[in-house]
């Protein structure tokens, strides 16, 4: 569809395009990003044909654009240039149907069947119909460029420029332009080559990205072959991070502010209240967590971890809720609060801590093995979900990267299955020794302050005591568990 | 659109109509038909008034129709011949010609209608160049203050004419207070065929300019051919501006206050808003004449007095409404 060989050219003498060549089939979404000033609207500006590069052609269909006369161009390419206030007030229908310009010839040049519909349809596409006669400027910024994206669609030209076609725009805007335009591309095979400020829009709209860096090529490629760590921030010269985007197969990155924290970022088992209740840790500020709980399970920030002890005959089907409700009664900030519960006495809560290198480990422990099972033999039963649980926190002085905290995770787990086993724990229905209880929780929590320790395993420093804490802490819970009442 | 058509053409037949009976002498209808019940009547309507009606329509169509083009092409509501210097371009064409006494044999009465537009497009030139020279995006108060020195200039360079001049002075002042009066169907026959082609030329750019309304990269990327359409509504306009400045001496606002009113009540749609401001254009220097000539018998006013009356103030509105939407 389009094919740009060699481009160079830009401003005045020196050139801010050099040697760029890509080529974009039809029915594809291509990114275009890059910092501020590196020439990513000047390649879009040669590629539509306003600006002749100094070397290289430019391809539509195989055939160079200087080739095409002005009108026929304009039916198989169409760019929307980043501003268009205009002096005069117009209607969204005047607007849209200028759109069918190419399309006309003779000296009267009347409009036909075939040009009502096409604005027809721009209109439907873009949602705009509603506002057919209402002067342009009673529009709010959003819709104004709906109906520029209109008057484009109206062109019906096959391949579509586009300047940061969502700037300005809300969030829910941003989303329907994009998803219309992605919408046209998938469905009708329209090609749309964009520049994108938002490396996130670009991501997770388009098919390809190519990244320029002083008007030259970067990289080009899927947006999960471009936009890598290391790229993007020489590139841009700012620190990010890349992670996957909960829904589709696209990187999502965001920025590292680089902020002064005055606060020691340390936590002490002085942070730690065990009441009849629950067992509460009140950090003073955020830690970094990795859980299995009632509420707030999964990755995040949380400042108050609770574990809070149940009657046995808790009523489960409405944890949610309940549990909940319970913070918000407890004074608990349920946004900034993860939840475990129980059914063990919280004055069996054993707490051991470790003085290591980097800094403390905190090891919690409640076990309850009543309901114990083994992991191997668990497809044989088929009883029902009693509460009778070892639920483990572990909170590190120290800075975890994700895939140590991962493997902080498999290391604990781990060390509560050999406690179990040390302490000789049957599964009551396979009669082999147990590996866990049915409902285990366990959170990892790190202050995230001091030099990153990138793994979690049994060898690493923080592995070992993980290790070493939890198989202590687990043993004595259980050991103390057995000697209260069954 | 039906309406807006009707009603200005019907404006137009009764400014028409006022402007060939109301007079030092009263003329009733048929006498436009019956030359026998009154002859003298018929010769004052047909020798003397019809031909000053029909030359003050054709100079007011021309002029905002000019200006309705100027101001959609320089994307800028206070463009007009007037205020962006064109029409002190032609009149410099036009004075120099009476001040060497130019006289083309093979152009004859039409050497100063030509000279007039060709001083009417090199202003343009000069104005345009010179203020894209100061500011790439042409922003409205660039335009305008370029507009007026250039025709403070110009009003200098015909000044220094008139104090250098003899016997043509006589001739040059009374074409200079800019007037229809007394030019007969000669000065009909000069125009016409100069605003023939200029109105073609602009009607033919109609969709062009509502393209190019969105800016020049939006109209190429639309398929205007922006950089000929561009000069061929340059011609057109200067054509017609220099063609009426020519017969009629400098006539301000007519082509800043029709537009306007236009584009107010029925839309900046170029398809409709060039004939539309053509016909009203018509009408409203049909009615300035008639109230110059009427106002103060039995001596006339300059009709540049009349329309800057309706126009300055317009000027203003428009100006202060502008800047007021811009915040």
């Known amino acids: 569809m389009l094919k740009v060989h060699n481009i160079s050219g830009g401003y005045g003498a020196a050139p801010i395009l050099s040697e760029i060549s890509f080529q974009v089939e039809k029915g594809k979404m291509i990114g275009i990003l890059g910092p501020n000033g590196c020439g990513k609207s000047t390649l879009l500006k040669v590629i539509s044909g306003i600006m002749s590069p100094t070397f290289g052609n430019v391809f539509i269909d195989g055939k160079e654009i200087d080739q095409y006369s002005t009108r026929e161009l304009a039916k198989k390419m169409t760019i929307l240039p980043q501003l268009h206030a205009t002096a005069f007030s117009s209607t969204v229908r005047e607007t849209v149907s200028i759109g069918r310009y190419p399309h006309q010839s003779g000296f009267f040049s009347s409009w036909r069947a075939e040009d009502e519909s096409a604005v027809k349809k721009a209109m439907q596409q873009t949602d705009i119909e509603k506002y057919e006669n209402h002067y342009l400027e009673f529009l709010s910024g959003g819709e104004q460029q709906r109906v520029f994206i209109a008057q484009a669609l109206a062109q019906a030209s096959s391949l579509l420029l586009l300047d940061e076609p969502t700037n300005h725009l809300d969030i829910a805007h941003q989303k329907q332009i994009l998803d219309m335009i992605r919408k046209e591309v998938t469905e009708n095979d329209l090609t749309v080559v964009s520049v994108f400020h938002d490396i996130n829009l670009a991501s997770l709209y388009c098919d390809e990205i190519l990244l320029m860096e002083k008007g030259k090529v970067r990289a080009y490629g899927a947006p999960h072959e471009v936009l890598l760590e290391e790229k993007v921030m020489a590139v841009y010269d700012t620190r990010i991070s890349i992670q996957a985007h909960p829904e589709q197969p696209k990187p999502q990155m965001t920025i590292l502010p680089d902020l002064q924290d005055t606060l020691e970022k340390v936590i002490t088992v002085e942070h730690l209240n065990i009441t009849n209740e629950y067992v509460e840790f009140k950090s003073p500020f955020p830690l970094k967590v990795l859980s299995s709980a009632v509420h707030n399970a999964g990755m995040g920030w949380f400042a108050n971890f609770v574990n809070r002890t149940v009657a046995p005959n808790y009523d489960i089907d409405n944890v949610k809720e309940e549990y909940y409700q319970y913070l918000v009664d407890k004074d608990f900030s349920p946004t900034n609060t993860v939840g475990m519960m129980t059914a063990v006495d919280t004055k069996k809560a054993v707490v051991k801590n470790y003085s290591m290198p980097f800094g403390e480990v905190i090891v919690v422990v409640t076990a309850g093995v009543g309901n114990a099972i083994d992991v191997s033999q668990s497809y044989k039963r088929n009883d029902f979900f009693r509460v009778g649980t070892i639920n483990t926190w572990v909170l590190i002085n120290g800075k975890l990267s994700d895939e140590a905290f991962v493997q902080a995770m498999m290391t604990a787990t781990e060390a509560k299955s050999k406690a179990l086993q040390h302490e000789e724990v049957y599964d009551s229905v396979s009669n082999t020794i147990a590996t866990g209880t049915p409902t285990d929780s366990l959170l990892i929590a790190s202050t995230q302050a001091g030099e990153l320790m990138q793994y979690g395993g049994p060898i690493t420093e923080v592995g070992q005591v993980i290790g070493k804490g939890v198989f202590e802490a687990t043993v004595e819970a259980v050991q103390s568990y057995r000697k209260g009442d069954r | ?327």
């Open chain 2, 1 to 327: 659109m039906v309406f807006a058509y009707s009603s200005s053409i019907l404006i137009l037949f009764v400014s028409i109509w006022l402007g060939v009976s109301i007079g030092s002498a009263d003329i009733p209808l048929s006498t436009l038909w019956d030359n026998e019940t009154n002859p003298s009547a018929y010769s004052i309507l047909w020798g003397i008034r019809m031909p000053r009606v029909i030359l003050a329509g054709l100079v007011g169509s021309s002029l905002a129709i000019a200006g309705a083009a100027f101001q959609g092409l320089l994307k800028n509501p206070l463009a007009d011949p007037y205020t962006l210097g064109i029409s002190s371009g032609a009149s410099v064409g036009a004075v120099a010609t009476i001040f060497f006494s130019l006289s083309i044999p093979v152009l004859g009465s039409y050497t100063l209608p030509l000279f007039g537009m060709v001083g009417a497009f090199l202003s343009m030139i000069l104005v345009l160049s010179f203020a894209r020279l100061i500011d790439r995006s042409m922003k409205m108060e660039t335009l305008i203050l370029t507009g007026v020195i250039f025709s403070s200039f110009l009003g200098s360079c015909i000044s220094l004419m008139i104090a250098l001049t003899g016997q043509q002075l006589r001739e040059i002042t009374s074409w200079l207070l800019g007037s229809v009066s007394m030019r007969g169907w000669p000065y009909v026959q000069m125009i016409l065929p100069f605003v023939v082609i200029g109105v073609i030329l602009l009607w033919l750019n109609r969709r062009e300019l509502n393209a190019m309304m969105y800016g020049d990269e939006r109209a190429q990327a639309l398929g205007v051919n922006v950089k000929l359409r561009k000069y061929l509504i340059l011609a057109g306009g200067s054509m017609l501006t220099g063609a009426a400045v020519s017969v009629s001496g400098t006539i301000g606002f007519v082509g800043l206050v029709v537009p306007h009113m236009t584009r107010m009540l029925w839309g900046t749609d170029h398809r409709h808003l060039l004939t539309l401001s053509f016909l009203n254009g018509a009408s409203l220097l049909i009615i300035c004449d008639l109230v110059s000539r009427t106002i103060i018998t039995p001596s006339e006013l300059p009709i540049g007095v009349i329309t800057a009356f309706i126009g300055a103030p317009v000027f203003s509105y428009i100006f202060f409404k502008q800047r007021r939407s811009r915040g």
